[in-house]
């Protein structure tokens, strides 16, 4: 079965928020929904924290400072949620 090869990963270049969900604006015109309830930190934390992002490694992730939250584009297009809940249910 062929595979998709990219030549370069897409980057992250913006965000933006709904009540339940927030869309990040990739590099390459994709905008990817993801559910809050995927990652507790975005979800119970207040909209001016959520508002407060920087992108990280020029766009391959992006980090919240007043959530200790960091999320990367390669996770999102995955489909995986909060990859800390794993580990701490496994601990």
Known sequence: MPTLTLESEPMAIGIAFSEDLFRVSLDDGRE???PLAWFPRLLHGKPE???HWELIGLGQGIHWPELDEDISVAGILAGRGDQTRARRAAG
């Open 49 to 51: 924290q959520r508002r």
């Open 32 to 34: 990817p929904s993801v």
